[in-house]
């Protein structure tokens, strides 16, 4: 007779169960970002990364993530590459006894924009076509050419044209045409 021992790797034991050491809230999100983030987790599967749960909210997805690390990384990528508020908050979840230290589960939100890179926005009155954002929207003021940089708390009501820049678009809102 043969005894077979099956055995986990405590990286990978950790997947389907119900550890989490944080939560990712897209809220807004668009197919794109989810996709993105689901990448950027599946490349990182061999480092014992892994979402654990997806919860359905009311205006986004909650993703559990087995590393607090990675799972800042991956938000800072995410809110590089599609712009938003990013939100990073601490909570104190247990006292380790053996270790004498304090375990934290990081939540983090990231609120993402009605809009995306490539697309015409309406701020202030002014049509801008959005080239870059972060933490700053930059774009291109369609009616003079100027660049404009707008601090993503200061949006405010903004208008999104629902198609990215052609070049109907532009010469629809050039005062040159």
Known sequence: PVLLSITVCKACGREGGQYFEGVIQLRNPTDKAIQS???QVSSLRERGVFINNEVEQKNGIDFYMTSQKHLQTIAKRLHKEFGGNLKVAEQLFT???QRSRDLFRVNVLLTLFPFFKGSIIVHDGKPIHVTKMG??????NLLNGNKVSIDSKRL???RSEERRVGKECRSRWSPYH
């Open 95 to 97: 006292h380790d006894k």
């Open 37 to 39: 983030l689901r990448e």
């Open 135 to 140: 933490k700053v929207i930059s774009g291109v």
């Open 156 to 158: 405010g009501d903004i």
